[in-house]
């Protein structure tokens, strides 16, 4: 009896149970149609409509709850002007349910594919036709905002986001006329939590507006690799690529005296390390490493740049600055650099107190110079920079050869950076001194025509001592030359519109003949004023008819005293005019009665003895026009020296209000180094003090502590 009625109860539990795997199943293998996740899918969509008032649409829904994976395919999201948003081909999203039991979240996997964003702004003061999503979706974060403050409860009870894993592929979003394409990009977390980010083909491009009109700007980064390692994160960028276009011809399109750097036109290829020490919300600590950047077309050749940083966002320090190209190291053992801030007032300024280096100028000739592009000779340098946005100062300039036969020491300025017209470059040489074949060697590395190298051979060791100024088109030099044949006092300027050099030349005692190679000339007390022509097509066209190698044009000069074998003259005025095959001269010794004339020709600086010389003499009255000439001379002298006076005062004034503008900003810049040294010393500080009164408190703690364990 007792088996009939166990065998009766197992045959019921058989069935029982046979019934509710049944129905599991069933309700398992009703669950995985499509049919019931579609319901639940447009029930879905249909709340989201609802709550977003717009349209919401999706091709179809793929749940699996052995994988424990969803998948949406074809979703579209229309803005309210019912224009397609967002498009998505497929969103899938691998979760561990059982996760959910510790009131966790946990993505074990999620996957984006296929994603089209356009955003829009009707005008430049409406809202987004996002901003709807935005303001739907806040006001419930809100709302549950308030309900977790009403009970601790409620706030021990949310869910914690756990994500291992994301995936973006073929992601496009545009933004107005920005757009912005992502070839894929993985988030996961690597040993011990730490997380590990790689992003292959992004790109964007925008439309720069300008002064000059607007520039289409493409920016690809082909690589970048992310790590979170223990102490620091670190990034690695491979394959950037910045190109610009403003759809104009280059500023060097027909000037071939100009290099090619152009914003307009860049083509720039990078590649860098960056190491991360500390990032905060307002500071910072990193390192670059490895930075290269090349531009082929303009000439950009940047091999190795390092550096390491720190800032906040008022100011940077730099470390151990190192920069790389081809023939050229620049290092910069520490700079500061003032960040600038419409809203605080702030400009940019900068300052290093030590910039050191060796150069081959070459490196820089296809991008600023092509008339560098042979110079090979190796210079080393060293100088202290201060600067900010519209100007930049040079102090204690040293530059020289390996040999030490060229030595240069100079200070500095350059100023209006902003404004072509007014950009002015000044230097002060306080030394130059050129030994031996120095001259001929430097100047045997520009490409341009060389005239009078044998008399610049003549002058021997060349000291010289004076300033010069680069101008919107113009440079002017001036200041005293010392050689083995005598001084020299000059001033000349080149006219870059008008295509002239045009200058003065002075001196008390200078041996001519020993300069020019023209025996029996002796020293020389004079002044002469010149002008040449610098003009190719002018020049061409002259060539072309007479040839010759000559400089064309003229001389004035007036001979104070000269010495020419056994004769010894005064207040002789010369001229001398060149059509660049053959220079005319003419020599005139006035007398009281008598002028004693001479005529000479040449047609090659390097064979003076072959001069051609004609004498000549001509009589005249006591009080004939030679006295009238005389004085009108005398006055064009006065009338020349009230001018270069005028010049000189004007050029000195300049200079003084230069000089106390720049000691104004240099101040500005050591107070504002001063101030953040101040700052962190008073940070440091309150660290410390904090530290130790904290270190007091442990102490005591612990003391009371020991006290209190006693009393026990």
């Not at 030394?431 to 044998?454: C, D, L, P, W, Y």
């Not at 066209?541 to 040839?547: C, E, H, L, P, T």
């Not at 004085?631 to 003084?656: G, W």
Request: hydrophobic share 40%; aromatic share 6%.
């Amino acid at each position: 009896m007792m088996n009939k009625s166990i065998t009766g109860l197992l045959k019921v539990l058989k069935w029982g149970l046979l019934s509710i795997v049944i129905l599991l199943a069933g309700l398992f293998g009703l669950f995985h149609t499509s049919w019931l996740q579609n319901m639940l899918l447009q029930k879905s969509l249909a709340m989201l409509q609802e709550k977003l008032q717009t349209e919401v649409t999706a091709e179809s829904v793929d749940i699996s709850l052995f994988g424990q994976d969803v998948t949406l395919k074809g979703v579209t999201v229309k803005d309210r002007q019912n224009v397609d948003m967002f498009k998505l081909e497929q969103l899938g999203v691998d979760l561990d349910l059982w996760s959910l039991l510790n009131h966790e979240v946990k993505v074990k996997d999620a996957r984006v594919r296929g994603l089209k964003a356009n955003v829009y702004q009707v005008m430049p003061d409406s809202v987004p036709n996002f901003q709807f999503i935005v303001d739907a979706f806040k006001k419930d974060k809100d709302k549950q905002q308030v309900a977790k403050k009403k009970t601790d409860a409620d706030t021990a009870q949310r869910l914690n986001l756990d994500v291992d894993q994301v995936r973006l592929e073929r992601i496009k979003v545009r933004y107005d006329k920005h757009e912005a394409e992502l070839g894929s990009l993985l988030f996961k977390k690597g040993k011990n939590g730490r997380m590990i980010a790689e992003i292959r083909e992004l790109k964007t491009s925008w439309v720069q507006q300008t002064k000059k009109g607007p520039v289409d700007n493409h920016l690809r980064i082909g690589i970048l690799d992310y790590m979170d390692m223990k102490d620091y994160r670190q990034a690695f960028i491979d394959s950037l690529c910045w190109v610009t276009d403003n759809h104009k011809p280059r500023k060097n399109s027909g000037r071939p005296k100009k290099g090619y750097f152009d914003v307009g036109h860049f083509n720039l290829v990078a590649s860098m390390h960056l190491r991360v020490n500390h990032i905060a919300k307002d500071s910072l600590v990193a390192q670059i490493s490895n930075l290269k950047a090349s531009d082929p077309v303009s000439g950009i050749d940047l091999r190795n740049v390092k550096a390491y940083v720190e800032g906040n966002k008022r100011t940077l320090h730099l470390k151990d600055v190192s920069i790389s190209l081809p023939n050229t190291k620049l290092s910069i053992a520490r700079a500061t650099m003032q960040l600038p801030s419409k809203k605080e007032g702030r400009h940019l300024a900068y300052s290093t107190p030590s910039v050191k280096g060796t150069t081959r100028l070459k490196d820089i000739s296809r991008v600023f110079a092509p008339v560098l592009k042979g110079f090979n000779e190796p210079l080393q340098f060293q100088t202290s920079l201060t600067g900010d946005d519209n100007g930049m100062r040079f102090s204690n300039v040293q530059v020289n050869t390996l040999k030490k036969d060229l030595v240069v020491a100079a200070s500095g300025y350059i100023r209006n950076l902003k404004d072509k017209y007014k950009l002015q470059v000044h230097f002060d040489i306080n030394r130059m001194t050129a030994h031996g074949g120095s001259k001929e060697r430097i100047i045997n590395q520009f490409t341009v025509k060389k005239f009078m190298m044998k008399q610049l051979h003549n002058l021997g060791t060349i000291g010289y001592r004076g300033s010069f100024d680069v101008l919107w088109k113009r440079e002017q030099f001036e200041g005293m030359l010392t050689t083995a044949t005598g001084n020299l006092h000059f001033n000349l300027a080149i006219d870059e519109n008008n295509k002239y050099l045009t200058g003065m030349v002075r001196t008390d005692s200078f041996e001519l003949g020993k300069a020019m190679d023209f025996p029996g000339l002796k020293k020389v007390a004079c002044k002469a004023d010149f002008k040449f022509d610098i003009s190719k097509p002018r020049t061409a066209i002259m060539r072309r008819k007479v040839g010759g190698k000559l400089p064309m044009g003229e001389i004035y000069a007036e001979v104070y005293e000269a010495k020419y074998k056994l004769l010894h003259v005064r207040n002789t005025v010369a001229t001398i005019k060149s059509n660049g095959a053959i220079a005319e001269g003419q020599i005139n010794v006035r007398g009281k009665r008598v002028d004693l004339l001479c005529s000479f020709s040449f047609t090659n600086t390097n064979e003076m003895q072959k001069t051609k010389i004609k004498p000549g003499i001509k009589f005249h009255g006591k009080n004939d026009s030679a006295s009238v000439e005389k004085q009108m001379l005398k006055l064009e002298k006065k009338r020349l020296k009230a001018e270069r006076d005028s010049l000189k005062s004007a050029a000195k004034a300049e200079r003084k209000a230069q000089k106390k503008l720049e000691r104004a900003r240099r101040d500005s810049v050591e107070a504002v180094e001063k101030a953040a040294r101040k700052a962190e010393k008073a940070a440091a500080k309150a660290a410390k003090k904090a530290e130790k009164a904290a270190r007091k408190a442990a102490k005591k703690a612990e003391k009371e502590a020991r006290k209190a364990a006693r009393e026990d």
